[in-house]
């Protein structure tokens, strides 16, 4: 790791879409960088859960609004992933299955769940020294970032990548896997308010044909080139 004089201030944002390998690679950056690795899709799963558990149609802002006016939701970085306390109960565990995905994407539509979530991930980031990835970091949450990066890759590579994650836990065949990610990319590159897209000045990085480790070391070259470093 090489901790560089000016991380505390340093904010890169990672966007692009689901399986594209966000989270490695964010958490990657963050090892070698020295910074904080803060993961926004969390914190949309952590809201979807709550949605889900209270029983509330996906679909009816108001109902929504108002849990949200009375929800906490925190993530502590971690080595390995984000700790994700929904009003003070860890829910890591209980976030990443396909019900609660599906869910966090619904949620994620509305634009004053979306104006809450932005404070919230601003306020996280506010002091630097992280690396806060999802999918309107550059170009919402925080459009001065100095590095951003949007990753991206073919569906059928992101869908497959997503499959041999889950392993057993699949239970679908890897086409049902694809489908989902290809509906979930749907509704979140053309919801109306902050749709996934690149910032004009993110450094696109396209790992169809990479290793997920290639992909890792491009990301580290584009981070160290930014910000003046050795890589
Ligand atoms: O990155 P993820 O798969 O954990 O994200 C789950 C959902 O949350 C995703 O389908 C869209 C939404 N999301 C968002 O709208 N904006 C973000 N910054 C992060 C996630």
């Given at each position: 790791?090489?901790?560089?004089p000016?991380?505390?201030?340093?904010?890169?944002?990672?966007?692009?879409?689901a399986?594209?390998?966000?989270?490695?690679?964010?958490?990657?950056l963050?090892r070698?960088?020295?910074?904080?690795n803060?993961?926004?899709?969390?914190?949309?799963r952590?809201?979807?859960l709550?949605?889900?558990?209270?029983?509330?149609?996906?679909?009816?802002?108001?109902?929504?609004e108002?849990l949200?006016?009375?929800t906490?939701?925190?993530?502590?970085?971690?080595?390995?992933?984000?700790?994700?306390?929904?009003?003070g109960e860890?829910?890591?565990?209980?976030?990443?299955?396909?019900?609660?995905?599906?869910?966090?994407s619904?949620?994620?539509?509305?634009?004053?769940?979306?104006a809450?979530?932005?404070?919230?991930?601003?306020?996280l980031?506010?002091?630097?020294?992280?690396?806060?990835?999802?999918?309107?970091i550059?170009?919402?949450?925080?459009p001065d970032?100095?590095?951003k990066?949007?990753?991206?890759?073919?569906?059928e590579?992101?869908?497959?990548?997503?499959?041999?994650?889950?392993?057993?836990?699949?239970?679908?065949?890897?086409?049902?896997?694809?489908?989902?990610l290809?509906?979930?990319?749907?509704?979140?590159?053309?919801?109306?308010?902050?749709?996934?897209?690149?910032?004009?000045?993110?450094v696109?990085?396209?790992?169809?044909?990479?290793?997920l480790?290639?992909?890792v070391?491009?990301?580290e070259?584009?981070?160290?080139?930014?910000?003046?470093?050795?890589?």
């Amino acid at each position: 790791m090489s901790a560089f004089p000016p991380a505390g201030k340093v904010i890169v944002a990672i966007d692009g879409p689901a399986g594209a390998g966000k989270s490695t690679i964010a958490r990657h950056l963050a090892r070698h960088f020295g910074l904080l690795n803060l993961e926004t899709g969390a914190m949309y799963r952590a809201f979807a859960l709550k949605a889900l558990r209270a029983r509330l149609p996906l679909d009816e802002i108001s109902a929504l609004e108002a849990l949200a006016a009375e929800t906490s939701i925190h993530l502590e970085p971690g080595e390995e992933e984000n700790r994700v306390l929904l009003d003070g109960e860890d829910v890591t565990g209980l976030i990443r299955n396909q019900i609660v995905t599906d869910a966090a994407s619904r949620v994620s539509v509305f634009p004053a769940i979306r104006a809450w979530m932005v404070r919230l991930q601003q306020q996280l980031g506010s002091a630097g020294g992280v690396v806060m990835e999802g999918r309107d970091i550059g170009t919402v949450v925080f459009p001065d970032a100095q590095v951003k990066i949007f990753l991206d890759a073919a569906p059928e590579v992101r869908g497959m990548r997503r499959f041999d994650q889950l392993g057993p836990q699949a239970a679908v065949p890897p086409e049902e896997v694809i489908r989902a990610l290809r509906a979930r990319d749907e509704r979140d590159r053309n919801r109306p308010d902050s749709p996934l897209k690149a910032a004009p000045d993110a450094v696109l990085l396209d790992s169809t044909h990479m290793t997920l480790d290639q992909a890792v070391r491009a990301a580290e070259a584009i981070v160290a080139a930014k910000l003046g470093e050795p890589v």
